[in-house]
């Protein structure tokens, strides 16, 4: 009985002392770590996102500017046009949606010579849900629609 009694104690005091270091350990370790996504394709076009009459813009490079201007993020289009940015992020999202855009600093003429060689193509960023993929929560986001703006980047 009076082991019984002991080991109860002994569970009690392991249980006592386990948890607040589970809650603590779920505090740090157990928080998933965000992670921005910010996948899209660059169409050959002055205004075409998502235009699927339009030719893609392969070797196109993109920056993500925040705030001022500061290039947080780059990246080159591929042949199908296609670009990523992942990193982790500094800001709140909300934040990041407010304050950043991208930006195609290569310019249009490259990939049709009857386009505009100057100006850039600029598109605001567009939020479409989180995904969890083990301890990280990608934040997707894509482009909301490129136009061409005449801004020195
Ligand atoms: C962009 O495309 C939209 C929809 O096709 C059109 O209404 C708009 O006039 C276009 N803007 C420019 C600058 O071409
Ligand atoms: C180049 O751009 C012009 C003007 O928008 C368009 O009419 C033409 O079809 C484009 N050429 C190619 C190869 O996409
Ligand atoms: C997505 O994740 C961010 C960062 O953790 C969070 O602020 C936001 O509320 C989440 N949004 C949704 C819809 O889950």
Do not use: H, W, Y
Not at 28 to 51: H, K
Not at 73 to 83: D, I, K, V
Not at 105 to 130: D, E, M, W, Y
């Amino acid at each position: 009985m009076a082991s019984k009694s002991a080991v109860f104690v002994l569970l009690m005091v392991v249980v006592a002392v386990a948890a607040p270091i589970a809650v603590a350990q779920l505090g740090t370790v157990g928080r998933l770590l965000d992670r921005i996504r910010i996948q899209g394709t660059v169409f050959c076009s002055i205004n075409a996102t998502g235009s699927t009459a339009s030719p893609v813009f392969p070797n196109a490079r993109v920056q993500l500017r925040c705030g001022i201007g500061d290039v947080v993020s780059r990246a080159t289009t591929n042949r199908l046009g296609l670009f990523l940015m992942q990193f982790i992020p500094r800001q709140t999202l909300s934040s990041i949606l407010a304050e950043c855009n991208l930006f195609v600093i290569t310019p249009l003429a490259r990939c049709n010579a009857t386009l505009p060689g100057v100006g850039v193509l600029r598109s605001p960023l567009q939020f479409i849900g989180n995904t969890t993929v083990g301890l990280i929560n990608n934040i997707n986001i894509v482009p909301g629609g490129f136009v061409l703006v005449n801004v020195t980047v």
